[in-house]
């Protein structure tokens, strides 16, 4: 630890005494048709390839060089490169507004450069996607979906067909951080998993990190997807909009004060339940279902230092039968961010963020009359820092606090006087960190990142802790005492430090070799032991019983460039441990419990991988193909009778195949194809009449021992874009999506039951005679083919 | 108000996305024929003819197989009451395979009952008490008009006391019409009086809707958590959907050793209760 610090400072110290007269040159990068940052567009010479920067969230970069002669390189993917020639004798702001590759603008040097990060960036294990690439792929229901396309990138698994939870290089699902405007997303789905929360219209850019993770992010094992609301037209007002099959969007934009400031306001809603309507029937039209997303932003430029950036997130949905049922959940967050540029090399981002989610179940029958709510609140404050010190390092350094509030399940009958309410204690944590990290340009063929993380976490007050009686199982039958403790008392401590490096080695001119360790903490997590996620999932903090997650990995690659740059083409191996792991023993009540540790048992788990992908970015055909081989492996006291087994969203092969063709000017083709081996589960080995039921046996030691049959899909897409007109402001295109075009019966589940009159559709309370019973394996299948069709506008 | 109900919902919503259901060919692994013991002891409170402690032993078979019922007919079996310190022997009843039973034991209230079954050199074990079951007042029935989740019809009533100084109650209701049983994955009715108040006023035990004219019987019978736990582990399995929103499919928990063997447990249960019965012949009423 100390070692580094050295390394680090003398570094810094080194390239600061010998360089002399140096100025710095800075500046914003946007795009000239809107005004939106351009996240991550490359800085660089001409004169020293190999030195440059790029931009940060904001699109701000800084480069400090010696006194020169300089062509400067603009460059950012689909777009033009421009350059700028001119000899740097003082600081000086330069802003450059990239166009996409059709806009000609004069004075310009047109570059045939291509950007080249695939190999040159330090970064690895790491994928980034356009909002516009998403939005050309096949949609189930037409419903853009951003998670489902990050089930394509290799790596990320899912757990099942139409469910949108991501499983990154082995993790599950609660192990990714999912940040929109830095605030965390806790339930990024819709309709149980089949939709995310996401608006396309609203997102400007997203970015996963599976393996070398940026000291700045922490609080999760496997990875952060990180994504960027769009700021808005700075330059003038649009409205977009789209009517699609289940639900329309609509999105209005524009400048606040002309090229400085903007907002945005973007919703979306399905309407399903408008069809409901029309029915005839009571027990159909009488019934809500739907859900809604609303995003709002706005910034404003004070001067060209200070700017403040405000955004929200709100979505919900609502399922209600009649009167009697209702059930609903959605997120909300709130970020405010204050840049504030300190100097030219200085810049500081400061942000306050709220989330929440929530979900409540009312019911009122003559039966039963009770409300349920539960609810998960986290209120942050960061700072940022980007030190952009010389070309050859770029310094990142910061603090985050965050507090937790867990309110598991009230339940609040009413009317009936038989039930008593249920009201479990609500949980209290305070979670901070500090960062530094520095990205180092080492020699012409060595690029470093490294970094350290030092994360604490504290429950806290107010709460209670059950001791349980020493040297016993934990059971509501040994506890021996309870702990009080009072608000902001602090109940359980952990802290630990977590080192992230990477390290890049040009090979020749056009390829790389990359290596990361990071090591990463997690102090909440989902309790269940099920795959898919539900609005209904409880998270918990680490306490006296369960500890933190701790994960390690380390990832190597080669990364190369083909056919003039316009390919690119990576492997990457992984290994990753996972310390704490936990799961639940056998009819665990998970849900209304408080004293959840009675049900815990703890152990480790391990993945491992080789990650091959061709990309090809430019051009009228563009997309990739990938291939996945994996494996992902728990060990958990008490579980599979204590011996290792596979995860069950373990998937040895995964292939995905990515196309989109431009055809013409009007008319794009896309097509995507997976392939994956079958999801690992246990399958029954014998079977045993008892109590008049039909059992199925299952081996203790075969947990997800067996596998689903092998699953694969074809979805395929064309957008056609109205002929443009002169003059005329409106535009629209039209998308056409077939979802599973060949009409594959993938297996969702697989139950083991009595099948009646060889009818898997058979009402055992109806009329119908039993004619013959057998047991069977039964397959439920979602969707067979689904064509959809959703209009788009924009004016 | 279990999670596992909640995981009912979620697949009917599924089913009711129009998703489809097709019997698989699938190939699955084949084990070895596993023992199972079924026992039940049952005191009869107000009915001490009925008191019985009947075992049924048998092996498993392959899943695909139509006849997986094994029954073994050559184990030996004993019932021990640990405060009178005395044994009895569970005999094979003729022409039922694989049933033992005996009828003249005395059974008491609050006592502690050993069964012992020794088969193919592996000695087994399971112990109980009989816990007492709740103070009924009346099981009474009343008509309800449809509603969205419920038919029309005469729904029945339980009112009474739980005994909840001791700690939380568990219970298991048997619902017969015309003598027989609901006996389907779904007509398990296990309670627990956790979310109960102590005195219960005319709680509606079961969404059956009966008809003028049919015999009801209802049957309550004490457990022990383990046998709650076992019951509720039972009604997930045979519910499980593999793992994606229910738990992985596990085999109940058993609550019999084996003591040659500790690692190689049985599959069944035995279970030790009082019971108490009520019911009755519907006649018209609002």
């Given at each position: 630890m100390k070692k580094i610090y050295c390394i680090f400072l003398l570094a810094l110290l080194y390239q600061q005494l010998y360089a002399q007269n140096q100025y710095t040159i800075s500046g914003y990068i946007n795009d000239v048709s809107n005004g939106e940052a351009l996240i991550g567009a490359t800085v660089s010479l001409r004169e020293k390839p190999g030195t440059g920067t790029v931009t940060n969230v904001y699109g701000f970069y800084s480069l400090t060089l010696p006194q020169d002669s300089y062509t400067v390189n603009y460059s950012y993917l689909g777009f033009q490169t421009q350059s700028t020639q001119f000899t740097l004798s003082a600081d000086t702001t330069i802003s450059m507004e990239l166009g996409d590759d059709e806009v000609e603008l004069q004075e310009i040097i047109i570059s045939a450069d291509r950007p080249e990060d695939n190999f040159q960036d330090v970064k690895m294990s790491r994928e980034e996607l356009k909002i516009e690439k998403i939005k050309s792929l096949p949609a189930l229901f037409g419903e853009v979906d951003v998670l489902r396309t990050v089930q394509l990138l290799p790596g990320v698994q899912s757990a099942g067909e139409g469910t949108t939870g991501l499983f990154v290089?082995?993790?599950?699902?609660?192990q990714n951080l999912v940040l929109l405007d830095e605030a965390t997303v806790f339930n990024p789905s819709h309709f149980l998993g089949f939709f995310s929360v996401f608006n396309p219209d609203a997102i400007k850019n997203l970015e996963l990190y599976k393996g070398g993770i940026p000291a700045r992010f922490g609080g999760r094992l496997s990875s952060i997807l990180d994504i960027q609301m769009k700021e808005g037209n700075n330059k003038k007002f649009n409205v977009s909009g789209g009517i699609g099959s289940i639900s329309s969007r609509l999105t209005v934009e524009g400048p606040i004060k002309k090229n400085q400031s903007s907002f945005i306001l973007s919703g979306s809603r399905t309407y399903a339940d408008v069809f409901l309507k029309l029915s005839n029937n009571e027990d159909i039209n009488n019934n809500t279902l739907y859900f809604y997303d609303f995003n709002a932003k706005a910034n404003y430029q004070f001067n060209e230092k200070h700017k403040l950036f405000i955004s929200g997130y709100f979505g919900r949905d609502r399922f209600g039968i009649a009167d009697e049922f209702g059930l609903n959940w959605g997120n909300a967050t709130a970020t405010t961010r204050w840049n504030y540029l300190i100097s030219d090399k200085l810049f500081l981002n400061t942000t306050f963020i709220y989330s929440n989610f929530d979900y409540g179940f009312e019911i009122d029958t003559e039966v039963a009359e009770f409300t349920w709510t539960s609810k998960l609140r986290e209120m942050s404050g960061k700072l940022d820092f980007n030190f952009f010190a010389n070309p050859k390092n770029s310094i990142d350094f910061g603090y985050s606090v965050q507090l937790h509030k867990f309110a598991p399940p009230s339940i609040i009958p009413s009317g009936d006087t038989n039930f008593a309410p249920l009201i479990l204690d609500d949980k209290f944590a305070l979670e901070q960190a500090v960062y530094v990290s520095n990205q180092q340009q080492l020699t012409d063929r060595v690029s470093l990142e490294y970094g350290l993380r030092y994360s604490v976490f504290q429950q806290i007050g107010p709460g209670k802790v059950f001791i349980y009686e020493e040297g016993k199982p934990l059971s509501d039958e040994t506890i021996v005492d309870t702990e009080e403790y009072s608000t902001g008392e602090s109940i359980q401590f952990y802290h630990g430090l977590e080192p992230r490096f990477s390290a890049r080695y040009l090979v020749g001119n056009r390829s790389s070799i990359k290596t990361s360790y990071n090591r990463m903490r997690q102090y909440l997590q989902v309790a269940s032991n099920a795959t898919a996620g539900l609005p209904i999932d409880r998270w918990i903090p680490a306490d006296r019983y369960v500890k933190p997650l701790i994960g390690d990995q380390i990832a190597a690659g080669y990364f190369r460039n083909l056919a003039s740059n316009t390919l690119e083409a990576s492997v990457e191996v992984y290994y990753k441990w996972m310390q704490n792991v936990i799961d639940f023993k056998s009819g665990a009540d998970i849900l209304l419990n408080n004293n959840i540790e009675t049900e815990i048992s703890a152990g480790k788990g391990w993945a491992y991988g080789a990650e091959f992908l061709l990309r090809k970015n430019v051009g009228k055909t563009t997309g990739w193909v990938s291939y996945t081989l994996s494996r992902t492996r728990r060990q958990i006291d008490g579980?599979?009778?204590g011996k290792s087994y596979n995860a069950r969203y373990d998937r040895i092969h995964d292939i995905s195949l990515v196309v989109s063709h431009q055809l013409n000017k009007r008319l794009t083709l896309s097509g995507t194809w997976v392939y994956s081996t079958g999801l690992a589960v246990s399958l029954p080995s014998g079977r045993y009449p008892l109590d008049g039921q039909s059992v199925p046996y299952y081996d203790p030691y075969g947990r997800n021992a067996h596998r689903m049959p092998d699953f694969h899909r074809l979805d395929l897409s064309a957008v056609l874009d109205g002929k443009p007109k002169e003059g005329r402001r409106w535009n629209s295109s039209w998308s056409f999506s077939v979802y599973n075009a060949y009409a594959q019966k993938n297996p969702f589940i697989i139950t083991f039951e009595d099948l009646y009159n060889e009818d898997t559709g058979f009402d055992l309370e109806g009329d119908d005679t039993i004619e013959s019973v057998r047991p069977a394996a039964i397959k439920t299948y979602l969707f067979s083919i689904i064509p959809s069709v959703t209009y788009n506008f924009k004016f | 108000m279990r999670s596992h109900s909640i995981y009912l919902v979620l697949i009917l919503i599924i089913s009711g996305l129009g998703a489809c259901r097709e019997v698989i060919d699938l190939e699955l692994p084949v084990d070895q024929p596993q023992l199972i013991i079924e026992g039940n002891l049952t005191y009869w409170a107000d009915d001490p003819e009925r008191n019985q402690v009947s075992v049924r032993v048998s092996t498993s078979g392959n899943y695909y197989d139509e006849n997986v019922f094994h029954p073994v007919n050559d184990a030996i079996l004993q019932l021990d009451d640990l405060q009178q310190g005395t044994s009895y022997d569970l005999s094979p009843i003729e022409n039922q395979p694989g049933l033992y039973a005996n009828t003249t034991i005395p059974l008491e209230l609050g006592n502690d009952y050993r069964l012992r079954l020794s088969y193919e050199g592996n000695e087994y074990e399971s112990t109980g008490t009989i816990l007492p079951v709740a103070q009924l007042d009346s099981f009474s029935y009343s008509y309800r008009k449809k509603t969205i989740f419920l038919d029309e019809g005469y729904y029945f009533f339980f009112s009474g006391s739980t005994p909840k100084e001791r700690g939380t109650n568990f219970y298991r209701f048997k619902i017969y019409e015309n003598d027989s049983l609901y006996n389907e994955r779904g007509d398990y009715l296990i309670q627990s009086d956790e979310f109960l108040q102590e005195e219960i006023d005319?709680?509606?035990?079961?969404?059956y809707a009966f008809e003028v004219g049919d015999s009801v019987r209802i049957e309550m019978y004490s457990l022990d958590k383990n046998m709650f736990s076992y019951y509720n582990e039972l009604v997930e399995l045979l519910f499980?959907?593999?793992?994606?929103?229910?738990?992985?499919?596990?085999n109940p928990t058993t609550n019999i050793i084996n003591t040659t063997n500790p690692q190689n447990p049985p599959l069944g249960f035995f279970q030790v209760s009082s019971a108490l019965g009520g019911g009755a012949t519907i006649e018209e009423k609002e």
């Amino acid at each position: 630890m100390k070692k580094i610090y050295c390394i680090f400072l003398l570094a810094l110290l080194y390239q600061q005494l010998y360089a002399q007269n140096q100025y710095t040159i800075s500046g914003y990068i946007n795009d000239v048709s809107n005004g939106e940052a351009l996240i991550g567009a490359t800085v660089s010479l001409r004169e020293k390839p190999g030195t440059g920067t790029v931009t940060n969230v904001y699109g701000f970069y800084s480069l400090t060089l010696p006194q020169d002669s300089y062509t400067v390189n603009y460059s950012y993917l689909g777009f033009q490169t421009q350059s700028t020639q001119f000899t740097l004798s003082a600081d000086t702001t330069i802003s450059m507004e990239l166009g996409d590759d059709e806009v000609e603008l004069q004075e310009i040097i047109i570059s045939a450069d291509r950007p080249e990060d695939n190999f040159q960036d330090v970064k690895m294990s790491r994928e980034e996607l356009k909002i516009e690439k998403i939005k050309s792929l096949p949609a189930l229901f037409g419903e853009v979906d951003v998670l489902r396309t990050v089930q394509l990138l290799p790596g990320v698994q899912s757990a099942g067909e139409g469910t949108t939870g991501l499983f990154v290089r082995g993790g599950s699902a609660d192990q990714n951080l999912v940040l929109l405007d830095e605030a965390t997303v806790f339930n990024p789905s819709h309709f149980l998993g089949f939709f995310s929360v996401f608006n396309p219209d609203a997102i400007k850019n997203l970015e996963l990190y599976k393996g070398g993770i940026p000291a700045r992010f922490g609080g999760r094992l496997s990875s952060i997807l990180d994504i960027q609301m769009k700021e808005g037209n700075n330059k003038k007002f649009n409205v977009s909009g789209g009517i699609g099959s289940i639900s329309s969007r609509l999105t209005v934009e524009g400048p606040i004060k002309k090229n400085q400031s903007s907002f945005i306001l973007s919703g979306s809603r399905t309407y399903a339940d408008v069809f409901l309507k029309l029915s005839n029937n009571e027990d159909i039209n009488n019934n809500t279902l739907y859900f809604y997303d609303f995003n709002a932003k706005a910034n404003y430029q004070f001067n060209e230092k200070h700017k403040l950036f405000i955004s929200g997130y709100f979505g919900r949905d609502r399922f209600g039968i009649a009167d009697e049922f209702g059930l609903n959940w959605g997120n909300a967050t709130a970020t405010t961010r204050w840049n504030y540029l300190i100097s030219d090399k200085l810049f500081l981002n400061t942000t306050f963020i709220y989330s929440n989610f929530d979900y409540g179940f009312e019911i009122d029958t003559e039966v039963a009359e009770f409300t349920w709510t539960s609810k998960l609140r986290e209120m942050s404050g960061k700072l940022d820092f980007n030190f952009f010190a010389n070309p050859k390092n770029s310094i990142d350094f910061g603090y985050s606090v965050q507090l937790h509030k867990f309110a598991p399940p009230s339940i609040i009958p009413s009317g009936d006087t038989n039930f008593a309410p249920l009201i479990l204690d609500d949980k209290f944590a305070l979670e901070q960190a500090v960062y530094v990290s520095n990205q180092q340009q080492l020699t012409d063929r060595v690029s470093l990142e490294y970094g350290l993380r030092y994360s604490v976490f504290q429950q806290i007050g107010p709460g209670k802790v059950f001791i349980y009686e020493e040297g016993k199982p934990l059971s509501d039958e040994t506890i021996v005492d309870t702990e009080e403790y009072s608000t902001g008392e602090s109940i359980q401590f952990y802290h630990g430090l977590e080192p992230r490096f990477s390290a890049r080695y040009l090979v020749g001119n056009r390829s790389s070799i990359k290596t990361s360790y990071n090591r990463m903490r997690q102090y909440l997590q989902v309790a269940s032991n099920a795959t898919a996620g539900l609005p209904i999932d409880r998270w918990i903090p680490a306490d006296r019983y369960v500890k933190p997650l701790i994960g390690d990995q380390i990832a190597a690659g080669y990364f190369r460039n083909l056919a003039s740059n316009t390919l690119e083409a990576s492997v990457e191996v992984y290994y990753k441990w996972m310390q704490n792991v936990i799961d639940f023993k056998s009819g665990a009540d998970i849900l209304l419990n408080n004293n959840i540790e009675t049900e815990i048992s703890a152990g480790k788990g391990w993945a491992y991988g080789a990650e091959f992908l061709l990309r090809k970015n430019v051009g009228k055909t563009t997309g990739w193909v990938s291939y996945t081989l994996s494996r992902t492996r728990r060990q958990i006291d008490g579980i599979n009778n204590g011996k290792s087994y596979n995860a069950r969203y373990d998937r040895i092969h995964d292939i995905s195949l990515v196309v989109s063709h431009q055809l013409n000017k009007r008319l794009t083709l896309s097509g995507t194809w997976v392939y994956s081996t079958g999801l690992a589960v246990s399958l029954p080995s014998g079977r045993y009449p008892l109590d008049g039921q039909s059992v199925p046996y299952y081996d203790p030691y075969g947990r997800n021992a067996h596998r689903m049959p092998d699953f694969h899909r074809l979805d395929l897409s064309a957008v056609l874009d109205g002929k443009p007109k002169e003059g005329r402001r409106w535009n629209s295109s039209w998308s056409f999506s077939v979802y599973n075009a060949y009409a594959q019966k993938n297996p969702f589940i697989i139950t083991f039951e009595d099948l009646y009159n060889e009818d898997t559709g058979f009402d055992l309370e109806g009329d119908d005679t039993i004619e013959s019973v057998r047991p069977a394996a039964i397959k439920t299948y979602l969707f067979s083919i689904i064509p959809s069709v959703t209009y788009n506008f924009k004016f | 108000m279990r999670s596992h109900s909640i995981y009912l919902v979620l697949i009917l919503i599924i089913s009711g996305l129009g998703a489809c259901r097709e019997v698989i060919d699938l190939e699955l692994p084949v084990d070895q024929p596993q023992l199972i013991i079924e026992g039940n002891l049952t005191y009869w409170a107000d009915d001490p003819e009925r008191n019985q402690v009947s075992v049924r032993v048998s092996t498993s078979g392959n899943y695909y197989d139509e006849n997986v019922f094994h029954p073994v007919n050559d184990a030996i079996l004993q019932l021990d009451d640990l405060q009178q310190g005395t044994s009895y022997d569970l005999s094979p009843i003729e022409n039922q395979p694989g049933l033992y039973a005996n009828t003249t034991i005395p059974l008491e209230l609050g006592n502690d009952y050993r069964l012992r079954l020794s088969y193919e050199g592996n000695e087994y074990e399971s112990t109980g008490t009989i816990l007492p079951v709740a103070q009924l007042d009346s099981f009474s029935y009343s008509y309800r008009k449809k509603t969205i989740f419920l038919d029309e019809g005469y729904y029945f009533f339980f009112s009474g006391s739980t005994p909840k100084e001791r700690g939380t109650n568990f219970y298991r209701f048997k619902i017969y019409e015309n003598d027989s049983l609901y006996n389907e994955r779904g007509d398990y009715l296990i309670q627990s009086d956790e979310f109960l108040q102590e005195e219960i006023d005319t709680l509606q035990l079961a969404n059956y809707a009966f008809e003028v004219g049919d015999s009801v019987r209802i049957e309550m019978y004490s457990l022990d958590k383990n046998m709650f736990s076992y019951y509720n582990e039972l009604v997930e399995l045979l519910f499980n959907d593999g793992g994606l929103f229910s738990s992985p499919p596990r085999n109940p928990t058993t609550n019999i050793i084996n003591t040659t063997n500790p690692q190689n447990p049985p599959l069944g249960f035995f279970q030790v209760s009082s019971a108490l019965g009520g019911g009755a012949t519907i006649e018209e009423k609002e």
